[in-house]
DNA sequence: CTTGACTCTGACGTTACGTCAAAGTCGCAT
DNA sequence: ATGCGACTTTGACGTAACGTCAGAGTCAAG
């Protein structure tokens, strides 16, 4: 019987992981001194001990481990825990090459750039979400600007402020043309979607603009990079997105959306719109709708 | 400026991750209202937000992330940091890659052996020790075990037992041949090797053999497996484990090694000895002495 | 019997948050 | 004015697998 700093020594383990083992149940000594607390090992126990260890360094758990030694486990189970583990590791390698590509990207743009700031594109996932909007094709940026402002004078006292969310934009137009901008303009609702009954489907703008209500569908990827200025320079910041998901190899997959954060406050060049593109990895298309 | 519910919805991460941020100061509110504590976040908060996601989903700590953001680094700073995090992954995938073929070699494993317990071959450092030993070619295993058992009646009345560990054989023969063992045989001690002074040189055990004392080197891969059961079976273990090396298309460097944790109690087949052969992965061969 | 070496339990630190719990706040509707 | 539901606050605990003390008890040799 070896006591713990000898049987730890033998091993090449730490005491404090052969306490730890005992405290989990995992490999108790063959004997203890109910008077001390003394741990006493058996050289029959680095048989275990060295199971233990080989599958630890397969990457498996203390608590798949213990479930696989204690309970008498079928070797069909063994297998299955072991070709879990090998799809796990596949997986944990894919990701792996995935974020090496991520970081030479970044480390490519910090080279083609120099100095200038990266780009922070953020991939996630949005919900669907209600939207109170109406579509038009606008001749220019202007016109759009003051169907903004007119809709932030007089929707929000028609309308519960609680449910009002953001301003936002779908872009609808295949290319970007400065002379006939094929949008939805409306506001993001909150609450869940779906759920009509509370909120009107619809709202009178003026004799000619209705506004209505429905969802804009939940998107698994959306490519979104933030732009911050002056809105006429929206198209660059837009610009560097279409160029980022391409250089990712990745598809667009619907329709843009623009969320206005922050309005630009008279006399300033501070809006804040974040731009959305839903993407896809290739090879997974995704439903295309509104076409 | 959005309170905490709002600007987590519009960035997708959860409120508790925007405290987090706030307690650590990663990222803290434009505006913290003194009398209530809540949080009021501007749009312009969220590119800040946006980098920290993206920087986290390179890899980087948000410790590493809060010192590229706060205190401006320079340029060359974020390269090494990428660069670094870059050999990190690289690495990780190669650690990767091995434990998945370890994974596959033990499927195979439970594929060819069936129920066989499969071996739990452990790969790990070995200090160099202090050793008392002599060296013999030994004619048959009987003359090794009866040396064995002189010297264990011997040796410990004339030693302070505490130094005094496990027997352990230094395997020298190049191939297994029964008829010439050769073989150190003797004892490990205990306490910092080199550092002699204290415990005699050497050790006269009768009059024509002499146990001296010398250093084990250090080993820093060695591949073990653990024999239980009768002396005269080990052998196959030793098959085992070289074979094991093999497969994992190892070297071996040095000599190799028989430690005697547990000697057979009389008419029972209950000995335990730890089976050690040094390897490297090919490629960076070892020092090899005694050659 | 006295050291010095060893061992015990218990607690905290690690990473980046998720998940309650109890209490305070906000805004809207009565 | 008041009540209510939705929201927010701080604080604490849990996660995985141990490393690293701290303070107190134990063992073996001289």
Redesign the pocket.
């Known amino acids: 019987m070896f ?4 049987f730890s020594l033998i091993a090449q383990v ?4 052969l ?2 083992y005992d405290e989990i149940g995992l490999l108790s000594p063959e004997y203890t ?1 109910p ?5 006493y090992y058996s050289a029959a126990q680095l048989p275990h001990l060295n199971r233990i260890l080989v599958l ?1 360094e397969l990457g498996l ?3 798949q481990i213990a479930r696989l030694l204690s309970q008498g486990a079928s070797s069909e189970e063994i297998r299955g825990m072991l070709l879990l583990r090998k799809a796990q590791i596949t997986q944990a390698m894919q990701d792996g090459l995935d974020q090496l590509h991520l970081v030479e990207a970044r480390l490519d743009q910090m080279d083609a750039f120099g100095q200038t700031p990266v780009l922070d594109v953020v991939v996630k996932a949005i919900p669907s979400q209600r939207y109170l909007a109406l579509r038009e094709v606008f001749p220019d940026v202007a016109s759009v600007r003051r169907l903004v402002v007119h809709m932030t004078t007089i929707v929000p006292h028609k309308m ?3 449910s009002l969310g953001q301003i936002a934009f779908v872009v609808h137009s295949r290319m970007f043309d400065p002379d006939a901008l094929d949008f939805e303009v409306g506001f993001l609702l909150t609450g869940n979607p779906g759920n009509s009954g509370k909120t009107p489907t619809a709202f009178q703008l003026s004799e000619e603009r209705v506004l209505t209500v429905h969802d804009l569908p939940a998107v698994e990827m959306m490519a979104t990079l933030v732009h911050v200025g002056s809105i006429t320079d929206i198209h660059r910041t837009y610009g560097l997105l279409g160029a980022w998901v391409e250089q990712q190899q990745w598809q667009i997959v619907g329709q843009g959306r623009q969320v206005l954060l922050q309005l630009p406050q008279p006399g300033h060049d501070d809006a804040v719109i974040e731009l959305q593109i839903p993407v896809s990895k290739a090879g997974t298309p995704y439903l295309q709708q509104d076409m």
């Open positions: 006591r713990i700093g000898e730490s005491g404090r992981l306490r730890y001194d008077q001390t607390g003394y741990r630890k758990g203390l608590d519960p402020a609680s």
